[in-house]
């Protein structure tokens, strides 16, 4: 099955600086890869995805690269702010959101 | 709030009774998914629906658990004679599996502590 390896598991950026998480995943098949925020208590939510159709996605501050060849894919925030401080998870799928399968996730701290 | 909502959103119970947990999706969504979340980890897959078809089945889905949607719209998840090791957050996502729109959105989840 699908492996996805995160990395790393614990970022701390001074706030204004731009913070870039790192994923990995096993199965060349896989096809979306989503990433998710999650504040302390509260759900996951999807702040991005990426298809491997399209090698860069950019929404504002965030953005995710894609790297078929190396099946790893990225996500950059840039500017960093106080909420911006949560655990960000990568995942990856084939096909959609259909059993996705997470990393370990990334707890991101904005030092002020 | 008219996103995917989860009931209870906490459960704890005691080492060996049976938990069912409900969950209803965002309205139109055709797709529905059960996850697992301990504590430092990821959500692991553990199965999802298709309209009230279930589809796939993680090797984590050991035969004490049984999930249904019956109706193709709410869904359960139960949990038979319960042990300690089954103590997380059981989260809820729903999709909309139409063209090139598949994202998956949360619920809040139900804390389950098994005592």
């Known amino acids: 099955g699908e492996n996805v390896e995160q990395h790393p598991s614990t970022l701390s950026v001074q706030e204004g600086d731009s913070a870039v998480i790192k994923c990995t995943y096993s199965?060349?098949?896989?096809?979306?890869f989503p990433w998710y925020k999650q504040e302390l208590g509260k759900r996951p939510q999807l702040i991005i995805d990426?298809?491997?159709?399209?090698g860069e996605k950019k929404d504002q501050r965030i953005a995710v690269t894609l790297n078929k060849t190396a099946k790893h894919f990225s996500l950059h925030i840039t500017e960093t702010q106080p909420e911006d401080s949560a655990v960000y998870f990568c995942?990856?799928?084939?096909?959609?959101?259909?059993?996705?399968?997470f990393g370990k996730g990334t707890h991101l701290i904005i030092q002020p | 709030d008219t996103g995917v909502s989860q009931d209870p959103r906490h459960k704890i119970t005691k080492r060996g009774q049976n938990v069912t947990f409900r969950c209803d999706p965002i309205?139109?969504?055709?797709?529905l998914y059960w996850y697992r979340q301990t504590l430092g980890q990821g959500p692991e897959f553990l199965t999802y629906?298709?309209?009230?078809?279930?589809?796939?089945k993680s090797r984590l889905l050991s035969d004490r658990f049984s999930a249904e949607r019956p109706k193709g719209s709410f869904s359960t998840l139960e949990i038979q004679r319960t042990e300690q090791g089954d103590s997380a957050m059981y989260l809820c996502?729903?999709?909309?599996?139409?063209?090139?729109?598949?994202?998956?959105?949360f619920g809040q989840g139900t804390r389950l502590t098994v005592v």
């Open positions: 996502a729903s999709s909309l599996a139409e063209g090139a729109r598949t994202e998956a959105f």
């Open positions: 199965d060349s098949a896989s096809n979306y």
């Open positions: 990426i298809r491997s159709n399209v």
């Open positions: 995942a990856a799928s084939i096909g959609g959101a259909d059993g996705l399968t």
């Open positions: 309205s139109e969504h055709n797709r």
């Open positions: 629906f298709q309209n009230e078809a279930q589809l796939e």
